[in-house]
């Protein structure tokens, strides 16, 4: 079994640079006095459609170009961000991606996505949006990115950490939220590596 390293996430961090913004960090002063330590935000609400997940999708449709695997459709599965990163990276290589989402999801990101050029599709429950995404998954061509347990998500995902590293120096803690774990993944490598 191969783990991922620095490199991978380094690798990454150069192949998404053109396609994601370099978010800013930023810190509080009044939470600092309130806490008592220094505590910095990395700001990827300022990322490419409003999140971190840009980085995960522009890297995983880069690595597959990279290595000479050009789908001819992209599909995802996901009720909000991952959905936009998705739409956001395939228009980026101009590859056609359909997006599958629980009609649930906000009405705001189902029309990002299709802002960005995805087909997007509806579906009754999650449940129906996770079978969909896995049966059109095995069309010839098409590629599917999913949102957090892929090796190139989570090393684009891990820009964040290299990037917030990079520019405070050493740090006494890292905290990052967990959902899937795709973020939480790259950070916890990015941090070992650098700190």
Known sequence: MNYLTIEDILKANHRIAHLVNKTPILTSSLLNRWLGHEIFFKAENFQKIGAYKARGACNTIAWLLENKIVPKHIVANSSGNHAQAVAYAASQFGIPSTIFMPAY???IKAQASAAYGANVVLCETRAITDEK????????????????????VISGQGTVALESI???????????????????????????ALS
């Not at 995404?133 to 190139?152: C, E, L, M, R, S």
């Open 105 to 107: 999801s906000s009405k």
């Open 133 to 152: 995404v896995k049966h059109a998954a095995g069309q010839d061509g098409t590629y599917w990115i999913p949102p957090f347990n892929h090796d190139q």
């Open 166 to 192: 990079n520019e405070l120096g050493e740090v006494d803690a890292v905290f990052a939220p967990c959902g899937g774990g795709g973020l939480l993944s790259g950070t916890l490598i990015a941090t070992r």
